[in-house]
């Protein structure tokens, strides 16, 4: 059978079904893994987000905690340094002074 620009009909290969189908099925088979392969990342990254969600928690616990317990620490210091003891607070502060210092020469001489 002749075309009208001249080109000669050529009939495609004998069963052209079954590689179109073949194709098709090799093309399922890929998307099937990949889709598989997508789930199993996801699953690790929900794994992920709820560990990484329980840590974040626990820090705040944490966190609330010791401001609990700073804050409590910072009333008995203020009602001390309203009792009579005057240089309590002075006291303090060169304690203070005497182990940071004590720690500078630890770590410097290290």
């Not at 009208?4 to 590689?19: E, K, M």
Request: hydrophobic share 40%.
């Amino acid at each position: 059978m002749r075309r009208a620009h001249g080109a000669y009909y050529q009939p495609l290969n004998q069963n052209p079904s079954n590689v179109v189908e073949d194709e098709n099925d090799r093309m399922t088979e890929e998307l099937k893994d990949k889709i598989g392969m997508l789930k199993s990342l996801s699953i690790d990254i929900g794994n992920e987000v709820k560990y990484q969600d329980k840590m974040l928690r626990d820090i705040d616990d944490d966190m609330e905690r010791t401001g609990g317990l700073l804050g409590n620490t910072m009333a008995k210091v203020l009602r001390l340094s309203r009792g009579s003891h005057n240089y309590f607070i002075l006291y303090i502060f060169l304690f203070s002074l005497f182990v940071f210092f004590v720690l500078y020469l630890v770590i410097k001489f290290r």
